[in-house]
C-alpha cells in the first residue's frame, strides 16, 4: 500500500512540474505581451488589405501582436469611434488609426493619447495635432499630379469632371482641394461637376454617368480612390465612351489594373499601402519604445500607365504581397 502512494505522489510531483515546466518556457513572467491596434477606414477595399499586410510585416519581425479590426464601410463613423473606444478599454499598447471622419474622431483620440495609449494616424489623420506621427500619402501633392496627368491626357482644354469619395474625410478633402488647385493653372480647362461616391461603386457609378448626362462634352474625370475608379469605369464602358472621356485614378485595385490594360481608365495615382501599414506599426513600436517618431512620414506616389506598368518597380510596387 505504501509502495502504491509512494509511486501515485511522485507521477503527481512529475505531472505538476512538467507543467510548471511548460508554462515558464512559453511565458516570460512579467513581461506584457505588446498589443499594437490597427484600425483601417473599412474592410472592403484592397488597398486596406495591402496596408494590413505591411501592419502584420511589421509585427511579425518586431514580435509584437496586431489587432486588425475595422468597419465593413468608410462611411461608418460612429462605429469606428467605439472601435477606437474597445481597444482603450483592452488597454492595448498603441493604436494605428486611419481615421474615417477628420473631426468626428478628434474626441475619441485625444482621450487614447490623455491615457497614455499612443496614437498613430496613417492614410487618413484627423484635425489635432496630439497623434504621434501621421503616416500618408501626400494626397493634395498626389491629386495636383493627377491634375497635370489628366490635362496633357485631354490637351490641356475643355471640361472635367471630379468624383471625391467621403465628405469630411480628410483624404477625400485633400484629394479634392489638390486637384483643384492642380487644375485651376489650365486656364481652357473647366472643372464643371464634382459629386461624391461616399466610397460606394454602385454610387459613383451614377453620378458618373449624371455628369455625362448634365456635361456630355466631359473630356476627362479625376476618380479619388478606389470604389470611385471601379465605378467611374463602368459607367464609361456601358456609355460607350471608353478612350472618349479619359479617366485618371487613385489607387490600384485588381479592377482599376484591368480597366487600365482595357485602355478605359488611363492613369492610376498608386499609393502604397503596404508602407503605411508596415511603417505605421514600426511608428507606434518606437513610441511604445519612448524613441522619437517622425511627426510625418511621406509614403509617396507613382503615376502608373500602360507604357510602365510591366516596369520591375511599378510590378513591386502593384505586388507588394507576394
Known amino acids: 500500500m505504501f509502495k502504491k502512494l509512494l509511486l501515485i505522489v511522485s507521477i503527481s510531483i512529475f505531472i505538476v512540474s512538467c ?18 491596434a490597427v484600425i483601417p477606414k473599412s474592410f472592403s477595399h484592397q488597398f486596406w488589405l495591402t496596408v494590413k499586410a505591411g501592419a502584420e ?16 464601410k468608410e462611411t461608418e463613423i460612429e462605429q469606428q469611434i467605439n472601435i477606437v473606444q474597445d481597444m482603450i478599454n483592452r488597454g492595448v499598447s498603441a493604436i494605428v488609426l486611419a481615421a474615417s471622419d477628420a473631426n468626428a474622431l478628434v474626441g475619441i483620440v485625444e482621450t487614447a493619447i490623455n491615457k497614455g495609449i499612443p496614437v ?3 492614410d487618413s489623420g484627423v484635425n489635432s495635432d496630439k497623434p504621434l506621427s501621421f503616416v500618408a500619402t501626400d494626397n493634395v501633392a498626389g491629386a495636383k499630379i493627377a491634375a497635370d496627368t489628366l490635362a496633357k491626357l485631354i490637351g490641356e482644354e475643355g471640361d472635367v469632371g471630379l468624383i471625391p469619395f467621403v465628405a469630411g474625410a480628410a483624404t477625400s478633402e485633400m484629394r479634392e482641394r489638390g486637384f483643384k488647385e492642380g487644375i485651376s493653372k489650365y486656364s481652357n480647362i473647366k472643372l464643371v461637376s464634382t459629386l461624391y461616391s461616399d466610397s460606394n461603386v454602385a454610387k ?6 449624371d455628369m455625362l448626362t448634365s456635361f456630355p462634352n466631359i473630356k476627362g474625370i479625376f476618380a479619388a480612390n478606389e470604389s470611385s475608379a471601379v465605378g467611374c469605369a463602368q459607367a464609361i464602358r456601358s456609355k460607350g465612351k471608353v478612350g472618349q472621356v479619359k479617366i485618371v485614378a ?3 485595385a485588381e479592377e482599376e489594373i484591368q ?45 502608373v500607365t ?11 510596387l502593384l505586388n507588394p504581397i507576394q
Open 19 to 36: 507543467g510548471q515546466s511548460s508554462k515558464t518556457t512559453t511565458t516570460e513572467p512579467g513581461k506584457k505581451t505588446i498589443e499594437i
Open 57 to 72: 510585416q511589421a509585427g511579425k519581425e518586431l514580435g509584437v501582436k496586431i489587432i486588425w479590426q475595422g468597419t465593413a
Open 120 to 122: 498613430i494616424t496613417i
Open 204 to 209: 459613383a457609378m451614377d453620378v458618373t454617368n
Open 250 to 252: 487613385f489607387d490600384a
Open 259 to 303: 480597366a487600365l490594360k482595357e485602355g478605359v481608365i488611363q492613369a492610376l495615382i498608386v499609393q502604397n499601402p503596404f508602407k503605411m501599414g508596415y511603417l505605421g506599426v514600426k511608428s507606434a513600436y518606437e513610441a511604445i519604445q519612448k524613441k522619437p517618431v517622425e511627426k510625418r512620414i511621406d509614403t509617396g506616389v507613382a503615376v
Open 306 to 316: 500602360l507604357e510602365n506598368i510591366n516596369d520591375p518597380e511599378i510590378q513591386k
